[in-house]
């Protein structure tokens, strides 16, 4: 059986993953925007990073959804 050492220990573990998440979310949709821009002024780019950022903080959201109910799962379930 796990120890409250090793849930404390596999709750940062995906604490931080789910911390990551939208960062690279982040990067990798401005990546994306910027490669598929075909000329590159100060407005596009304005715009390309309001997108990028928007679909950050889309998943920000998600990811602190998801790690509650992972939190719940581990406090209310033995079995995991």
Avoid: H
Avoid at 2 to 31: C, E, G, H, N
């Amino acid at each position: 059986m796990y120890t409250r050492a090793d849930w404390q220990s596999k709750r940062r573990t995906v604490q931080r993953i789910f911390l990551l998440m939208p960062i690279l979310v982040f990067l990798l949709t401005l990546i994306l925007f910027v490669q598929n821009a075909d000329t590159m002024s100060s407005a596009l780019f304005a715009g390309i990073l309001m997108r990028a950022l928007a679909a950050s903080l889309a998943s920000g959201v998600v990811c602190v959804a998801a790690y509650n109910f992972y939190k719940y799962l581990l406090e209310r379930s033995p079995g995991l």
